[in-house]
Nanobody, 117 residues
Framework: QVQLVESGGGLVQPGGSLRLSCAAS??????????MGWYRQAPGKQRELVAS???????NYIDSVKGRFTISRDNAKNTVYLQMTSLKPEDTAVYYC?????????WGQGTQVTVSS
């Protein structure tokens, strides 16, 4: 069974940056075939897809993060990244990664991002 492990979250001031990582295991996971996404869930809100990247590295973002977030992937490492800059308090949420569509992997624990002064 594929396991997703997210990391890199933390407490940051408005305007700050963070880089999130999501590693899929076991290493024999056929990770590269799938479009992957970063999702977030804020307290009291539904989980939303904020960024996605296809197997050939085409990317897509929701409007509120365009120009601030960058998704990337390293298929050799079975890892997806989310570089977040110019962070805002409204970016505060637990961030998860998973497939963009289709039968999802089991959700990981996520990584908490808190943007506050």
């Amino acid at each position: 069974q594929v396991q997703l492990v997210e990391s890199g979250g933390g407490l940051v001031q408005p305007g700050g940056s963070l880089r999130l990582s999501c590693a899929a295991s076991p290493s024999r996971t056929i990770f590269s075939f799938y479009a992957m996404g970063w999702y977030r869930q804020a307290p009291g809100k539904q989980r939303e897809l904020v960024a996605s990247i296809t197997d050939d590295r085409n990317t897509n973002y929701i409007d509120s993060v365009k120009g601030r977030f960058t998704i990337s992937r390293d298929n050799a490492k079975n890892t997806v990244y989310l570089q977040m800059t110019s962070l805002k308090p409204e970016d505060t949420a637990v961030y998860y990664c998973n497939k963009k569509a289709g039968t999802m992997y089991s959700w990981g624990q996520g990584t908490q991002v808190t943007v506050s002064s």
